[in-house]
């Protein structure tokens, strides 16, 4: 139960550090309903199964011994996230010179939010790497079936609970206030995290040649 709780209180503080998955939640939250950004946080949740059965499965072991695999997964990673940096920009300076209300600024947004926060999620291959060294002592071969399955079970569950008492937070009348004036400053900020987390996967990318 210690280790279980340990694991799940790391993943708690390296949920809500700074990158897609908070930066997408966040932006979303404040710009459309809650209805839409459920489905965003359900396709991230459904990313951390995909993450959390790799990782209990092994799949670590192919990316060392064949690390090209990683190499083309962030690239791949990085031309999504550079995309969807590039939509936020682009749509951010629109509203700025159109001065967008709120409702217009939603209808523009993509329909299917569950495939985003999917695909926002499964963008970033070095979050197996995370899980594998989170799960480094449940992976050991001492560690029991019953450890492993808690977790496959437990983490996805974590997540969604997590981004959604977060959903709440940044959903707050106040909050959509404050995009509303100033929207379009922040498509433009978040637009260039995204680009810069895409940056940043494509470099380690090519550090791994």
């Not at 503080?13 to 809650?34: H, Y």
Request: proline fraction near 3%; glycine fraction near 6%; charge should be positive.
């Amino acid at each position: 139960m210690s280790l279980l709780l340990t694991i799940c209180s790391l993943h708690f503080f390296a949920q809500l550090s700074p990158g897609p998955d908070v930066l997408l939640v966040a932006k979303s939250s404040a710009s459309t309903t809650r209805q839409n950004t459920l489905k965003i946080i359900l396709g991230i949740s459904v990313g951390i199964i995909v993450w959390v059965l790799l990782t209990l499965m092994g799949f670590t072991v192919l990316i060392e011994q064949w690390p090209w695999i990683q190499q083309i997964l962030m690239l791949i990673g990085g031309l999504f996230l550079a995309k969807m940096g590039y939509a936020m920009l682009k749509g951010g300076i629109l509203t700025l010179k159109q001065e967008t209300i709120l409702e217009g600024v939603i209808q523009q947004q993509p329909k299917n939010y569950f495939m985003l926060g999917l695909l926002t999620n499964l963008s970033n291959p070095k979050t197996l790497i995370y899980f594998s060294s989170v799960f480094s002592l449940a992976l050991s071969s001492s560690a029991s079936i019953h450890l492993k399955t808690q977790l496959a079970i437990i983490i996805p569950i974590q997540t969604f609970l997590v981004f959604t008492l977060f959903m709440s937070i940044m959903s707050l009348p106040k909050v959509k206030n404050i995009y509303q004036k100033l929207g379009g400053y922040i498509d433009i900020v978040s637009g260039t995290l995204f680009v810069i987390f895409a940056i940043w996967l494509w470099l380690d990318a090519f550090r791994l040649l």
